[in-house]
């Protein structure tokens, strides 16, 4: 079912309301086909420190589509350990979107490395916050 590896990002807000101003950046990726949301889980921690959580899968087929406008609906493939631990980090009153999704922007270099007999040995990402104290420690030595 997936091409790719899948990758996630939890992603917090000040106050319990989900105010939807990313949801157009979403979408443009989505329909541009660089990425293909898998799941998205919207979590909520009230002031009273309850927790309600709303799934990708929870919306109804349309406005599944939107988000998934080519793929095909898939079980949830966040735990219920994923959500408590994503829902353990937020503070009172503020919310989170927990993304997963598949990249597919990079479909044509994947087809040329396996033509050519290539496979992924390893990958990862290095936080900018990481290369920038990198450039200032560099900077620093001269």
Known sequence: MFKYPLEYALVAFEGNKF????????LDLAQRGIVRFVDIVFIQRDAD?????????DLDDESYKLFVPLG????????EE?????ASVLHSN???A???????????LRNAIVASGGV????GQIPAEMVEQVKQDLAAED
């Open 49 to 57: 420190d309850s927790i309600r959580t709303v799934e990708l899968n």
């Open 120 to 123: 992924m040995v390893e990958r």
């Open 19 to 26: 105010s939807g101003q990313i949801v157009p950046e979403l």
């Open 72 to 79: 095909e609906p898939v079980d949830s493939l966040f735990t």
């Open 98 to 108: 927990l993304f997963l999704w598949e990249n597919l922007w990079a479909d044509n």
């Open 82 to 86: 994923d959500l408590d631990h994503a």
């Open 94 to 96: 503020s919310s989170a």
